[in-house]
């Protein structure tokens, strides 16, 4: 989706300067509730201007949402609802002038002139005060955290899963091809299965069309996405969903652990290895079972680490405050997704 460029939209200093452009500005003819333009009058349904009658409030309108307000005791309070955009970026930039904006996920970030910065997310208000040189400032200063890897507790982790480490890089060298690219180049180098040998591993799925009798896929479901907590989840589902989730991992790790009997060692190593293809694949209904599947063997130590560390998140990742005008990067943000969130 695009979103429009915000264009000129009237710098406003201060609540004064809000009421008398609100009360400077004749409404739309013809227009129930009334509706005064914040910029150009054509573009009223894009960005207006109105007051609280309730408490004096000049807001400055995007769309529908009153992102920026002016109080009577000289204070602007930030809020730009469910949605973050490009446009309400500008449109903060816009109002305020002195306060930079980018986005960064859903949420917006703040830049000030003192070098400080700030975060906004959904649903979130923000109280800004002048400073003693007239710009605006967080009236609450904020202290902002990422995640970083404890290396320590990472290599403990690799060191549970070493021998099935060495046993993948094994496999990924004895059956890894080169895949050709554009001009007869070597783009990167692939592993390749068939719908017949994961069928193998993993049982098959049937069509149940009857139409379709003669198709089947991989049953793979359950394991693809290994390393994706739950998000996005309706309310009545979650805890079954993280139920589901944790089982999977636990699973999983039970397959490539170095404690484990000799006996059933390579024939989980063998269906971990193949949990690990098919982690991004889409199995779509076929006929031909000699299908091809690929991945990029760089992808496996990638999908490996990236689900263990999310089963061990609170040992691999330490939160940590950031240095004033630095802000989170949020790379580890989805390891970190509790049932909560």
């Known amino acids: 989706m695009g979103y429009a460029t915000i264009t000129n939209v009237p710098y406003i200093y201060n609540y004064e300067q809000a009421l008398k452009k609100w009360q400077s500005t004749k409404p739309i003819r013809g227009r129930e509730p009334e509706i005064r333009p914040l910029g150009e009058r054509r573009d009223c349904d894009s960005y207006s201007i109105r007051k609280n009658v309730w408490t004096d409030v000049i807001e400055c309108v995007l769309y529908k949402t009153p992102v920026v307000k002016f109080t009577p005791d000289g204070e602007v309070i930030l809020n730009f609802g469910q949605w973050s955009s490009s446009s309400t970026c500008q449109f903060i930039s816009g109002v305020l002038q002195s306060v930079r904006t980018s986005r960064q996920k859903n949420e917006v970030v703040l830049g000030f002139k003192d070098g400080s910065k700030a975060m906004l997310g959904q649903h979130q208000e923000m109280v800004l005060v002048k400073d003693a040189h007239g710009n605006w400032t967080p009236k609450a200063k904020q202290t902002l955290y990422d995640y970083r890897v404890n290396r320590k507790e990472a290599n403990n982790v690799r060191k549970q899963v070493s021998q099935f480490h060495n046993y993948m890089s094994g496999v990924i060298k004895l059956r890894a091809e080169p895949v050709e690219g554009y ?34 896929r991989p049953d793979v ?121």
């Not at 070597?186 to 009857?210: M, P, Q, R, W």
């Not at 979650?238 to 989730?245: I, L, R, S």
């Not at 009997?261 to 006929?287: C, G, K, P, T």
């Not at 000699?290 to 691999?316: G, H, P």
Request: aromatic content about 14%; overall charge negative.
């Open 183 to 216: 001009y007869g180049t070597i783009s990167h180098k692939a592993v390749h299965t068939t719908y017949a040998d994961l069928i193998e591993v993993f049982g098959k799925e049937e069509h149940t069309n009857a139409s379709n009798l003669d198709q089947m």
């Open 221 to 341: 479901d359950k394991w693809i996405g290994l390393a994706e907590k739950p998000k996005h989840c309706r309310p009545e589902h979650k805890v079954d969903k993280w139920a589901e989730y944790r089982e999977r991992a636990q699973k999983f790790f039970e397959l490539v652990k170095n404690d484990q009997d000799d006996n059933a060692r390579h024939q989980n190593y063998w269906i971990a290895f193949n949990i690990l293809f098919v982690q991004e694949a889409a199995m779509y209904w076929r006929s031909d079972m000699d299908t091809k599947v690929s991945v990029n063997i760089a992808q496996f130590e990638r999908y490996l680490y990236k689900t263990l560390f999310t089963m061990f998140n609170d040992k691999v990742f330490a939160k940590v405050a950031l240095a004033e005008g630095k802000v989170p990067s949020g790379r580890y943000d989805d390891y970190m997704l509790t049932e909560e969130d």
